[in-house]
T-cell receptor, first 113, second 114 residues
Framework: GDSVTQMEGPVTLSEEAFLTINCTYT??????LFWYVQYPGEGLQLLLK?????DKGSNKGFEATYRKETTSFHLEKGSVQVSDSAVYFC????????????FGKGTRLSVIA | EAGVAQSPRYKIIEKRQSVAFWCNPI?????LYWYQQILGQGPKLLIQ????????DSQLPKDRFSAERLKGVDSTLKIQPAKLEDSAVYLC????????????FGNGTRLTVT
């Protein structure tokens, strides 16, 4: 079945450091790919998405590019802030419409001043 | 717009007791999901509704878990009897139901089974 593998955490960075969180997937067909973020005490929020190969999703300074050849969707940010401290989840949705999300295990990011 | 509402926020029960969670999705959202998130893991789908019909319940432990979405609006998830391994956060999400429409999540119910 479909699956998502993302890098283990926790990741601890200093403010203004560069962030990469790796995500690879296994799926049939052409899934849509997502990054969700969970801030402390809050629910999951959609951060960005990409629905086809070579699409780049971006939001709040975060970016991820849908790479079909490497089945990857790595999350990047050029300069992290303390407020980016959260748990980040990579997820995919199957090719057929309205299919549920399959999530990775999540990566906890802590940014220190 | 109002978000997905879930209650209670926290629940502590003893094993073999029963418990119920409630979810009210965003108005007009046809699709409703229940996910289970065990500590340190990503959310795992339990059941998906489209209006008041079940689309996917293949991962729902039907011997102890049940869910319903009467009238295609709010939903309840029940566990009876609970086991220690059911300790988790139970997340409800809703979407408009079109392809690639985003899921909107509630804040979840944290269940502790002792």
């Amino acid at each position: 079945g479909d699956s998502v593998t993302q890098m283990e955490g926790p990741v601890t960075l200093s403010e203004e450091a560069f962030l990469t969180i790796n995500c690879t997937y296994t799926a049939t067909g052409y899934p849509s790919l997502f990054w969700y973020v969970q801030y402390p005490g809050e629910g999951l929020q959609l951060l960005l998405k990409a629905t086809k190969a070579d699409d780049k999703g971006s939001n709040k300074g975060f970016e991820a590019t849908y790479r079909k050849e490497t089945t990857s969707f790595h999350l990047e940010k050029g300069s992290v802030q303390v407020s980016d401290s959260a748990v980040y989840f990579c997820a995919l949705s199957g090719y057929a419409g309205n299919t549920p999300l399959v999530f990775g295990k999540g990566t906890r990011l802590s940014v220190i001043a | 717009e109002a978000g997905v509402a879930q209650s209670p926020r926290y629940k502590i029960i003893e094993k073999r007791q029963s418990v119920a969670f409630w979810c009210n999705p965003i108005s007009g959202h046809a699709t409703l999901y229940w996910y289970q998130q065990i500590l340190g893991q990503g959310p795992k789908l339990l059941i998906q509704f489209q209006n008041n019909g079940v689309v996917d319940d293949s991962q729902l432990p039907k011997d102890r878990f049940s869910a319903e979405r009467l009238k295609g609006v709010d939903s309840t998830l029940k566990i009876q009897p609970a086991k220690l391994e059911d300790s988790a956060v139970y997340l409800c999400a809703s979407s408009q139901g079109a392809q690639n429409s985003p899921l909107h999540f509630g804040n979840g119910t944290r269940l502790t089974v002792t």
